[in-house]
């Protein structure tokens, strides 16, 4: 938890973050009679958002309304005031996206049992009269009884309205079943093909329509078939009748149970078993406790509150326990957002993204968190390390890898005064603080380049040069790029985009000076072992995105500091 984080939401203690995404925060929570619940918090600064609490909402009622073994059930939900939550079951596991990319594939026989299950659920949930429309191996958390599916953020009843804007299609790029595509509704058939490219995720440990941008993935799930080798024969018959290109083709729910001839439990599958091993874990007991004298309920006064009250400490916690019982509390399993709730960056204009875990690289199946929230854009954890800490001061990665989509995008200021003077903002806040008193940045457009510049204010102040603080810089052009051409193609761009190599945001420490790059000559897009290199500005006129990112030693890890842009005419 963070000194930011609430006390209480509603009548539930919050003890830990879960996960993070483009609509809010999933928090680790404690009911009043002590029972562990999952409490999704809908981001402040899009509470005003119409569309936002029309999903937020739709999401509530949808839970409250599907009764199945393999949904976790509606706890309690305030949807009429902000702060906007709801809470839900506690469901230890990993994702099944987490899972296979810590282990890899699963044998056929595992994956047979796997698939029966998740149809008995899909099946459960389409009784309702509801179509799930994002499952993805993200959205799927393996359970000690079984699967359950998570994340109705955009599901949808039988005759209810879609949300989507701009054509923009429901799902996730390789999960998302061609004619939603192409601009059909997504049906029961749909959740049947993502179903499908599931399993293929799950027997292979690749992504189904292989990874790149959002749109090649898309045009390969429309136009190729799926990637299933090495895959064994009867299992590849079955999820290649789920992904048929034309609905029509494809099983029902109970014709793929039947194919998958399961004749005892899951649970019982010692592979399954183990897969709830794959992630650290932490005792409840760790995790922040409340204090005395908090009041139920939750406003922006709260934070001082909580940060007044002297909260147990592990040692406090752990030593009124008798000795042979501190080890042996309850355990909760950090691993990827272990909860009964997701929070997909929903397709918003301007609040908008796929979900953070589709498009490029490994995660294009599903992503993971731990007690602290993945990073949009990057596979950092917030919040940032001090500068003076041994982490810091690790040499950084030569690069940081495209391996997500971005959830950032540069919006002009409407005064148009201050947009002629480049001024704008970004669609959402950054995920860690940067470094010091002041991080500055901005850029210069000047012809064919861009000048790009940052530093950190009051630096020169310091008695001895901070410990060195690395930062890479993302480029991103309006609309999404044909890597061969460079040339966009008509939809946004979802892409991490063109970085720098990362550089010590301190390099010009006791001048004050800014640190400078030019785009494109610095900048390079790296991706599933290849670079290609930025691409001219006169190829995408519009309104362009920086990301600055606080970078690791790892080329996945990485977490948004800044964000700002500039418009090329």
């Known amino acids: 938890m963070r000194d930011v984080d609430p006390a209480r939401i509603g009548a539930h203690a919050l003890l830990a973050r879960l996960g993070a995404g483009g609509m809010g925060q999933v928090y680790l929570g404690r009911s009043p009679g002590g029972r562990l ?99 993805k191996p993200h959205n799927v958390i393996l359970g000690a009884q079984g699967p359950q ?101 494809r099983p029902g729910l109970p014709e793929v149970i039947a194919r998958c001839g399961v004749r005892d439990a899951l649970i019982d599958d010692p592979v399954y078993l183990g897969l709830g091993a794959l992630g650290e874990a932490v005792p409840v007991h760790e995790m922040r406790t409340q204090g005395p004298g908090l009041p139920y309920g939750y406003t922006p006064t709260d934070h001082a509150a909580a940060a007044a009250t002297p909260a147990a400490t592990p040692a406090a916690t752990s030593s009124a326990a008798p000795a042979g019982r501190r080890r042996t509390g309850v355990w909760v399993a950090a691993v990827a957002v272990a909860a009964a709730l997701s929070l997909a960056a929903w397709k918003l204009v301007p609040f908008g993204g796929e979900d953070g875990e589709a498009g490029r690289g490994k995660d294009a199946s599903g992503g993971s968190a731990d007690t602290s929230p993945r990073i949009p854009g990057g596979g950092g954890v917030g919040p940032a390390p001090s ?135 610095d900048f390079a897009e790296h991706v599933n072992g290849k670079t290609y290199p930025g691409v001219p500005l006169a190829n995408d006129p519009g309104d362009w995105t920086l990301v600055f990112y606080h970078v690791e030693d790892d080329p996945t890890k990485y977490a948004s500091i800044h964000c700002t842009g500039f418009r090329v005419e």
């Open 387 to 521: 500068p003076s800490g041994s982490a810091a001061a690790k040499p950084p990665a030569e690069y940081i890898e495209g391996n997500q989509i971005s959830h950032y995008f540069w919006l002009p200021s409407t005064d148009p005064e201050r947009a002629a003077h480049g001024t704008g903002a970004c669609n959402l806040g950054t995920e860690q603080k940067p470094p010091g008193a002041d991080f500055q940045a901005g850029a210069e457009v000047s012809g064919k380049s861009v000048k790009i510049s940052m530093r950190v204010k009051y630096a020169e102040n310091s008695p001895a040069k901070p410990d060195p603080y690395y930062v890479s810089v993302a480029v991103r052009a309006p609309h999404d790029l044909d890597p061969q051409t460079g040339k966009p193609f008509p939809m946004d761009n979802r892409a991490v985009g063109f970085t720098s190599k990362p550089v010590d945001v301190y390099g010009k420490w006791k001048t004050g000076e800014y640190l400078t790059l030019t785009y494109p000559d």
């Open 149 to 249: 599916l998570i994340d109705f953020g955009i599901a949808r009843g039988v005759g209810e309205t879609a949300l989507t804007q701009d054509g923009q299609a429901p799902g996730t790029p390789g999960y998302t079943a061609p004619e939603v595509l192409l601009g059909a509704e997504a049906g029961a058939a749909a959740d049947v093909f993502a179903l499908g490219a599931t399993l293929a995720y799950a027997a292979t440990g690749r992504p189904p329509f292989g990874t790149g941008a959002a749109t090649s993935v898309s045009y390969r799930a429309v136009h190729e078939p799926v990637d299933l080798a090495g895959v064994e024969a009867g299992l590849a018959a079955l999820i290649e009748a789920c992904v048929a290109k034309d609905p029509a083709a």
């Open 37 to 135: 619940v999952a409490v999704k918090v809908i981001r402040d600064e899009i509470t005003g958002h119409p569309e936002a609490l029309t999903r937020f909402r739709r999401e509530a009622e949808t839970v409250r309304a599907v009764r199945s073994a393999y949904t976790a059930n509606l706890i309690d939900a305030s949807l009429a005031a902000p702060p906007f939550w709801l809470a839900t079951e506690y469901v230890a596991g990993p994702t099944l996206g987490h899972a296979v990319a810590r282990g890899g594939g699963l044998p056929a026989d595992t994956c047979r049992r796997l698939f029966a299950a998740l149809a008995e659920g899909l099946a459960s949930v389409h009784a309702y009269g509801v179509t799930h429309r994002d499952l």
